[in-house]
């Protein structure tokens, strides 16, 4: 079986932008295909209002305090994400691929199981070494420069040419769950270290790829991470506007919003240097979100 994965509890927000993603979702992928959709949350009925009872969607259902608990004593929102995925792959036995909420589905994900099953991992995109990628990168390495981290019985240090891969989208047999045991040690140790929210992600960079050859699945979904403030209103008014349509009538109008080349050029807008983007702005050029008809 293939399971796709999400988690959202909390935030209003958070679930705005799952139900956008699961109804991309069922708007490109075939039914009978044999993929499940997993939800981890503290409100199944709010999901359930707007996903029809048909849809190939499971719930577990997840109270505040466990969480919490989840989110450990480093207090870690990505160290739930890891328990989640720990939890995943003890229940539920197959091809796992975890995604983040902001994320638009543009084509059938179903090609990705397979490399997963044949012992792939799967990430979003890769995003530059440590030592020679972007500023966040060379940051964190400049930071974590030398140091020597022990887990378990083992020491590590973190290499200048660490591929830094997105997260965002995380893939994995279940029976490789060992990984995601260490992926979560490893987060705990840099983030004692280092408390920054990227440790999760430097964690499954470093250990999920020696589970062999990673493949990128940018191909397959728009990430808008980058463009998460400009977006969240535009779900609020797409819900608002055709909430009383069945969820099959909605995910074929998932295709009205497309976040692809708005990301993107923010991206590009903020890799220029301070002194570019101090000039865009001073000749009112500064990056703007475009336009959208909801």
Do not use: C
Not at 14 to 24: A, D, G, N, P, Q
Not at 85 to 103: I, K, V
Not at 255 to 269: C, E, M, N
Not at 283 to 293: F, N
Request: charged residues 20%.
């Amino acid at each position: 079986m293939n399971y796709l994965i999400y988690q959202a509890y909390g935030s209003p927000a958070v679930f705005t932008e799952l139900l956008f993603s699961v109804l991309s979702l069922l708007r490109v992928t075939p039914r009978g295909d044999g993929m499940k959709v997993l939800i981890y949350t503290d409100n199944r009925a709010a999901l359930e209002q707007v996903l029809s009872k048909d849809a190939p969607v499971l719930y577990e259902q997840i109270d505040a305090a466990q969480w919490r608990e989840w989110r450990g004593d480093i207090d870690f929102v990505h160290r739930a994400k890891l328990k989640v995925l720990e939890h995943a792959a003890a229940h539920y036995s197959g091809n796992l691929l975890y995604m983040d909420t902001d994320t638009v589905f543009t084509q059938d994900p179903t090609p990705l199981f397979a490399q997963i099953e044949a012992g792939h991992p799967v990430f979003h995109i890769s995003e530059g070494t440590l030592s020679q990628g972007n500023v966040l990168n060379r940051k964190i390495y400049r930071r974590l420069r030398g140091q020597t981290f022990r887990v378990g019985a083992r020491s590590f240090t973190v290499p200048a040419e660490t591929m830094m891969y997105n997260a965002g989208m995380a893939g994995f047999r279940s029976r490789d769950a060992g990984g995601i045991s260490e992926i979560l040690a490893v987060t705990e140790a840099l983030y004692r270290f280092y408390p920054k929210h990227v440790m999760e992600q430097l964690a499954f960079s470093l250990e999920l790829p020696k589970l062999g050859t990673v493949v990128e699945g940018a191909a397959y979904v728009v990430h808008y991470w980058n463009i998460k403030a400009e977006v969240r209103p535009l779900l609020d008014t797409f819900f608002e506007k055709y909430r009383a349509l069945p969820a099959e009538e909605l995910a074929q109008l998932t295709s009205r919003l497309d976040f692809a080349a708005a990301a993107q050029s923010k991206l590009a807008y903020y890799s220029q240097p301070g002194w570019q983007r101090t000039l865009s702005k001073l000749v009112g050029k500064q990056w703007r979100m475009p336009p959208m008809e909801v």
